[in-house]
C-alpha cells in the first residue's frame, strides 16, 4: 500500500463565511424618531393650546429683581436702573427669555464703573443675580476744563459721581496738557496719565501718611508712549519736590525699585519728620544708589515752577 506524503495530505475545508449582518436601528430609537417628527409637523396647529406664561408675575423681572455684587460706595446707587435704561431695557423683561442673561451681561459691561462681568444668572420665582468686578478711583486728573477721576489704568470715571469735596480726597496728577479722548468708561488715551494713574495706586497705601500732594506728569512724555526716561515728581503738602523717577515696573538699567523707593521716602520722613523739614521746602532725589540728595528751593525755582505749570 503507498504510503502519502504529508506536502500531498488533503487539506481541511475551510469553514464557510459567515453573511454579513444586517444593521438594524433599535426599536425605540425608530419609535423616538417618529414622535419628534410628528410633534415638528403638528406644532403649528397646537402649539396656542400651550398656556403662555410670560405675563404671569412669578416669570417677570423688574429692576428691583436684579442683584448685584455690593457696589462700593463711589458707585452710584441706581447702577442697575443706569444700565437697564442705557440698554432700553426697561420695563418687565421675561425670565423665560432665552437671550436675557446675554443681553445683561453686555448692558451692564458698557458701564463706565464695571470693570468685568463675571457672570449673570437667573433664577425662579424671578430673579437674576450679576456678579461684577468694579473699577476703582485712584487719582484726579487735573486740566483747565477740571478735575477728571481715573482708575489705576488710566481709564476715565464719571466725574458727576464725584462731589467738589470727594475730588479731594484722591492724589491729583498735574502738568496734563491733554483732555479724555473717549467717555467715560474708555482710558485716557495719554501714556503720562496712565502712567501717573499707576503711580497714584503703588502710592495710595502711603499717600496721607507721607503728607503728599499731586503727581506731577513728566513734560516730555509724548501722548502716546514713554520714552523710557522720564521723570515723574511728587509733590508734598509743604512745597517740597520729590524726584520719583519712572513710572513703576520700569526695567531701565540702574532704576531702584518701587519697594525701595518708597522705602526711601518712608526714611526720609521718618529721619526729619517731614519732607519740607529742617529748612525747606526742598527738591529730593531718591533716585541714586547710594542716598539721597536734596537741595533747597529758592523763591526764584519756585516762580520758575509755577510759570511752567
Known sequence: ?????????????????????????????????????????????????????????????????????????????????????????????????????????????????????????????????????????????????????????????????FSVSETKLYPLITNVHSTPQGPAGTSWGDAAVIGAANLADVLSPHWKKLALAAIECPREASATQLRGDEVYVLLANGGSRILWGRVPGSDQPGELSTEQKIGRLKKYVADFGGFDRPNGPYEIDIRHWQEISRRTLTAERDDEALKRN
Open 1 to 161: 500500500m503507498a504510503r502519502i506524503k504529508k506536502k500531498d495530505a488533503a487539506k481541511p475545508p475551510e469553514p464557510p463565511k459567515a453573511a454579513p449582518r444586517r444593521r438594524w436601528f433599535p426599536a425605540n430609537l425608530c419609535i423616538a424618531i417618529g414622535l419628534l417628527l410628528i410633534a415638528a409637523t403638528s406644532y403649528p396647529a397646537w402649539k396656542h393650546l400651550i398656556p403662555d406664561l410670560t405675563g404671569r408675575s412669578e416669570y417677570k423681572v423688574r429692576a428691583e429683581q436684579i442683584a448685584i455684587t455690593q457696589p462700593p460706595q463711589w458707585v452710584p446707587a441706581n447702577l442697575v436702573e443706569q444700565v437697564l435704561e442705557h440698554a432700553d431695557l426697561t420695563g418687565d423683561l421675561s425670565l423665560l427669555d432665552d437671550g436675557l442673561t446675554k443681553r445683561l451681561a453686555e448692558a451692564f459691561a458698557l458701564h463706565p464703573w464695571v470693570e468685568e462681568v463675571v457672570t449673570v444668572k437667573k433664577s425662579f420665582p424671578a430673579a437674576v443675580s450679576v456678579q461684577l468686578n468694579y473699577r476703582r478711583p485712584v487719582a484726579m486728573v487735573q486740566v483747565k476744563q477740571g478735575m477728571y477721576p481715573v482708575d489705576p489704568s488710566g481709564v476715565l470715571l464719571p466725574p458727576e459721581d
